[in-house]
Structure formats: C-alpha cells, structure tokens
C-alpha cells in the first residue's frame, strides 16, 4: 500500500490452527519473550491488525506456526507500507565564541537549526528556540548541548567553552601604571604595565553661543573646548547636531542630525596670549592652533536654520574631534573618548526681517534743469549686504544705473522720481521709489541768442595784444564752447537756460583778421571778427 506520512492499519489473516505468532509490529497478543506473541487456541480464522507510523517505506511481516513435537507447521506473510513525502532529517550546529575565557569573563553560545520546530539546551536554556544566542559566564569547564526535533525526527550538537582560573593583578599594576613597570599577578605571572607612558590630551566641550538666531540667515556658533590632559591636543575636527527635544535630564529625545562638521566650517583655535598675538604672528596656521595641556580653545560652526525653523525653540551641542555621530575616537587619542560632546543649548530661532530698501534720497531737493543730482540708498534685511542695484530713471540722463548710488539730471522741469531695486543673490528688495526732486526752469527752446563781443576788436597785426571774449547765451542748453585761433578753447554751462555773461581775455598776436565763434548745443552760434590796424610807414 501507498500512504502519506502518519498512522495506518496493517491487515494480516491469521488461521485459527495458529497459536504462536511473530511480527515486527505489535500484533495484539501476549509477548511471551523475543518478539513472541502467544495468541492461544484459535476456535475460528481472525485478521490480526494494528496501527503503525513509518516515516520511510517499511516491509511489515507475520509469521505463525502450530509447535508438534514430530512435525513443526510454520507459514508467513508480509505487507510494504510505501511512506510518500518523506520529512527532510533536522539539523543543529552550536558554536561558543569565545571557545577559551578566564573565569569571570563571558561568552556567547550561538546555535542554528533547519527542518526543526523546537530546541532545548543542557547547561543552559534555548527557550525553545530553533535559533539564537545566550551570553554565558560559567565558572569552570562547560559543555552545551543543544537538541533539536522536527518532522523529519531529532539531532543534536555540542561544543565545550574552556575556563581557565582567573589572574588578578596586584596593585602595582593598575590601569594607571606605565608599560615600563613589571608587574605581577595573584597566579604569579609576571607582565609589564597596561598605561602608554606618552602624556596624552583629555578634551571636552562646553555649551554652543549664541542662543539665538534668525531663520534663513546664516549664523556663528562658538563652542568651547578645554583640553584637560597632559598632552598637547592637534589641530582636529568638531562637530554640530541638532535635535528638537530633549528630556529632563537633558539626553535628546528627538531625532540626532549632523549639521555641521570641519569641511563646512569647523575652526579651532588655541586662546593666544597677547604677546602671542603681537609679536608671534606667524607661529600658528592659519586654519588653527593646537590646545596645549591644561588649555582652552574653541570650534566655530557656520549654520543656517531653514525658514520652517521660524518660531521653534530647537536644540544644539557641539563634539570636539567628531567628525560624524559615527566618529567614536575621532584623530586624537584620549583616555577618555565619552566626554567630548556638550550639553544641548536651547536655541529661540526668529523668523528673518524682511529685505528693504529703507531710504533712498536725492543730494538736493531742487535743481536747476540740466543739473546733476545723486541718489543714495540705505537697506535694511540683507544677509550679506546688496551686492547687485538696478536703477530706472525715466527722463533723466541717463536713464538707468547699476552701482549702490545713482547720478543723472533733467533737461525738462517737473517732479522727477528714480526707482531701485536691489538684491544679494537671495533677498531682493524693490523697485522702490524714491525721494522726489523738483528740477526748475524747464527745457530750454534752443531758440538764443548766442553773443559773443571782443575788446579791442582792432588789433596791430604782430603786436601781443590782450583782447577779452564775452560770451552770452539765452534759451541754450549748453554747454556753450568758445574757439579761435590763438585761444585755448573755453567750455560753458547754462544754468537754467541762460549763459551768464562769462569773460576770457587771452593775449593775442595776430597777423590777420581772426573769426572767435561761441557754439552751444542746440546749434546756435555767434561770432565776433577780430580786425587787423595796418602799419603805418613815414616817409
């Protein structure tokens, strides 16, 4: 027959002549010894049957026989139980590590197991686990055993975790005692002290400053370290984190962020002495100073809060030689490698001042037309100051600008107001108007006259002779220039459409008659003929 995995009836026929049966099952007699049931005298034919659980394909087999003192009756018959799906073999394996340890010390018993449902230790509990690992301290010699069943039935393993007798150092040789001290034990053996005899640093860290700042604009925090070994401490790196709650101990509750470290902006520097700082300039880098023995120093960090930071009271502590939260020792070696971090500072973060231009006014609050008038600015919000200025000046001359102040001038009178917009590169404020100025008199019509008139206008030819140039202008926008020959051209500006009455007297040899000609801008000109006297020759 062919049957799953479990119980199932084995049939056999028995004759009723039989009396003494053998099986390898229990057929349901009276065992009577080696495998031999008595069933008794048999009045009629029965089926010897009963229940069985193989778990690989097993041949089961009855054999029954009448016993005679002349003649011996005998007969036999046996059935195959066919065990389909077949449960793989479970199996465990035990590992102690460390395999050796001095009493005292501890040890792990790892163990893992496949095909199984359960597990159960000797010299010590599994919990019935099928895999896992418990810490053990035995005080001597110890072998663990772990056993393990499952469908596929049972397996076990072992391993021994040696104990060896534990050696207490005498007080000569405690942590503190140099390694070139001998020392000896309680089981008489003699080593050398376990303490490097170099002086070492010891740093720790103080409380972040400031403890405010203002979202989105970048702020210093100063941390101070103090390095309480006898050894000199290395230039190093520091580290920011931020959290946003901590508890009444002061440990953080909330979740630990990196925020800033020695490539965004960490600086240590020694405290220097004020002879240090005069007269030994170029002692210490650039990028910072070792902390002697017993010396204090400090960290700089560069940090910006995010604008959603505006309104929280957030948390900040400074590492010293950290460069990470997963930074254990950093690059100087301490005794002590626990107590570099400060305290967490509470730190009242304020939403940023909005950019603005504040000011912005004229140099005069009235100008004559064509009149240059410069305007300056004053801003407020900017973190850095404005780097970038725009300037729109419609009307003016000219019209537009880019540097942090703005000149131009009006030809027309009016009411003139220039616009500025500034910015940073992040923050930009404006267009903003500015203060107003009044520019009089208006645009001139160009229409004149222009006069120029010289005094002598009679010159004796080849004699130096000093002769002044008036010049004049109306309705001009100038500017008004004078030129001839012999003179060094002069330039002139009308105020508010008129060219005052402006003199020039240069000395002139003249040998012929000379044209002196005053041009403004409009185009209007006027002139003036300076004459020649002839010699005069007595005969």
Known sequence: MNVPVGNTLIPFYVPSSSVLCTTNFDNGGTLIGNGYYLRGNLTTDS????????????????????????????????????????????????????????????????????????????????????????????????????????????????????????????????????????????????????????????????????????????????????????????????????????????????????VSTGVTGTFVERTRSLFEKFFLPLAYGATGDPIPANGTGRALFLYTFPPGDAGSTLYLRGCADKSSAADAVGIVAESNENNNCGSWTAVSVTGAAAAAVTSCVPSSASVPANTPVTWSITTSGFSPAPNTYSWSAPGGTPSSGSSASFTTQYAAGGTYSPSITASNGTQSAGPQSCTSVTVTGGACTEAGPVVVTAAPNRVQAGVPTPVTFTSSASNSNGPCTLSGPGIISQAYSPTACTLASKNYTPTLTLTQQSTYTLSCQGGQTGKVIVNIVPKVREF
């Not at 087999?61 to 036999?76: D, E, K, M, Q, R």
């Not at 139980?81 to 077949?86: A, F």
């Not at 207490?168 to 002290?193: E, L, R």
């Open 47 to 258: 089926f010897i049957q009963n229940s069985v659980s193989p778990v690989t394909t097993t041949t089961y087999t009855i054999t029954c026989s009448i016993p005679s003192t002349v003649v011996y009756y005998a007969g036999s018959d046996s059935a195959t139980v066919t065990v389909s799906g077949v449960p793989p073999a479970p199996t465990v394996v035990v590992s102690v590590n460390p395999s050796s340890i001095i009493a005292g010390n501890n040890s792990a018993v790892s163990w893992s197991s496949t095909n199984t449902t359960s597990c159960t230790g000797t010299n010590f509990s599994t919990g019935g686990a099928t895999s896992g690992t418990v810490v053990v301290s035995p005080g001597s010699t110890t072998t663990y055993t772990v056993t393990c069943t499952g469908a596929g039935g049972s397996t076990s393993d072992s391993k021994m975790l040696t104990v060896t007798a534990s050696c207490i150092p005498s007080n000569a040789c405690a942590a503190t005692t140099c390694s070139t001290t001998t020392c000896s034990d309680t089981c008489g053996n003699s080593y050398q002290g376990t303490k490097s005899c170099v002086a070492t640093p010891e740093l720790s860290a103080g409380s972040l400053t400031p403890t405010t700042a203002v979202a989105g604009v970048s702020t210093t925090f100063t941390l101070p370290v103090s390095n309480t070994g006898a050894g000199n401490a290395p230039n190093f790196t520091s580290l920011m984190q931020r959290t946003t709650t901590i508890d009444a101990n002061g440990v953080a509750v909330g979740p630990v962020l990196d």
